[in-house]
């Protein structure tokens, strides 16, 4: 799997928009960028992933530059409760290698 | 509740003792995975199945721990032998092969004295 670097943490305030930066340079043609967020002392969830195009769901949009090299992911409205580790993940989808390798990811504060 | 269930929470055990970790992935998967993860880093990628295949091993993954998933269903993760340095939370986590998405269960952490 292609590495990512992501910033150790930022904060926002709540109700405004987090945008979290994630650098995946080396990433292959086949690899998806995928978002997983942490809250203390539970299992890592799912967010949204993408190839190409920009993605939004219920949590959140994720915006891919053209030439793939960085993305962000978007939290439109920050809560409270969206404070947590978030991890950037580039991955190939299906074959023999799909482990999502995990990074030390960004840490998010989110402030009243 | 039709998520990853994994047994127990919490355990804590003696140096030298060997500890059993049960995972029950949610049931349409065929995908398993088993992460470790230590106070102030990501997971690390212990080992994963294919239905009952087990298909690729970490090198973390000593001679002292060995996985099992008989059946394709459920799964356990044994250590045998356990030094304090095995003291982390171990993940599980199911999905289907062709799609992207991995399901956490909320792990169970061990403490070894």
């Known amino acids: 799997d292609a590495k990512t670097t992501q910033p150790t943490s930022m904060d926002c305030a709540e109700g405004r928009a987090a945008n979290l930066p994630c650098n995946h340079s080396?990433?292959?043609?086949?690899?998806?960028v995928y978002w997983y967020r942490q809250i203390h002392s539970q299992g890592p969830q799912y967010i949204i992933h993408?190839?190409?195009n920009n993605e939004t769901n219920g949590m959140a949009s994720l915006i891919i530059t053209e030439d793939r090299k960085s993305s962000t992911l978007i939290l439109p409205h920050a809560t409270l409760r969206d404070t947590a580790v978030y991890y950037c993940?580039?991955?190939?989808?299906?074959?023999?290698?799909?482990?999502?390798?995990f990074g030390k990811g960004i840490t998010l504060s989110v402030r009243p | 509740d039709t998520g990853v269930s994994q047994d127990p929470r919490h355990k804590i055990t003696k140096r030298g003792q060997n500890v059993t970790f049960r995972c029950d992935p949610i049931?349409?998967?065929?995908?398993l995975y088993w992460y470790r993860q230590t106070l102030g880093q990501g997971p690390e990628f212990l080992t994963y199945?294919?239905?009952?295949?087990?298909?690729?091993k970490s090198r973390l993954l000593s001679d002292r721990f060995s996985a099992e998933r008989p059946k394709g269903s459920f799964s356990t993760l044994e250590i045998q032998r356990t030094e304090q340095g095995d003291s982390a939370m171990y993940l599980c986590?199911?999905?289907?092969?062709?799609?992207?998405?991995?399901?956490f269960g909320e792990g169970s952490r061990l403490t070894v004295l």
């Open positions: 993940i580039v991955r190939a989808v299906g074959g023999a290698n799909s482990k999502l390798t």
């Open positions: 080396t990433i292959s043609g086949n690899e998806y």
């Open positions: 049931s349409e998967h065929n995908r």
């Open positions: 986590a199911s999905g289907n092969v062709n799609t992207g998405e991995l399901f």
């Open positions: 993408g190839l190409k």
């Open positions: 199945f294919q239905n009952e295949a087990q298909l690729e």
